[in-house]
Nanobody, 121 residues
Framework: QVQLVESGGGLVQAGGSRTLSCAAS????????MGWYRQAPGKQRELVAG???????NYADSVKGRFTISRDNARNTVYLQMNSLKPEDTAVYYC???????????????WGQGTQVTVSS
């Protein structure tokens, strides 16, 4: 079994910062790409940021220069540092990790349970 556990969400004032974490655990053989998505009320889920196992990153235009994605391979954890938060960043944030479980011949994309980030104006 593989699990993703997210933490770090909450209420923050506009202009503030927040760091999200997502830790993978269980019968993991290897981890490939890791990423963060978000879904605001009434909107589709969208990619916020991604990071490959080689460390290459990509960001949505709306968060470039404000958010930073990073990973700790020793801890099977991906982070999202969010700075200069805006009310429009309010959403449920989900991590998404491409994992090859032990005894599997291919990888599977797993989702975290989601963590609410609310930015007040």
């Amino acid at each position: 079994q593989v699990q993703l556990v997210e933490s770090g969400g909450g209420l923050v004032q506009a202009g503030g910062s927040r760091t999200l974490s997502c830790a993978a655990s269980g019968s993991i053989f290897s981890i490939n790409a890791m990423g963060w998505y978000r879904q605001a009320p009434g909107k589709q889920r969208e990619l916020v940021a991604g990071i490959t196992n080689g460390g290459s990153t990509n960001y949505a235009d709306s968060v470039k220069g404000r958010f930073t994605i990073s990973r700790d391979n020793a801890r099977n954890t991906v982070y999202l540092q969010m700075n200069s938060l805006k009310p429009e960043d309010t959403a449920v944030y989900y991590c998404n990790v491409d994992i090859r479980p032990v005894y599997y011949s291919s990888s599977v994309r797993y989702w975290g349970q989601g963590t609410q980030v609310t930015v007040s104006s």
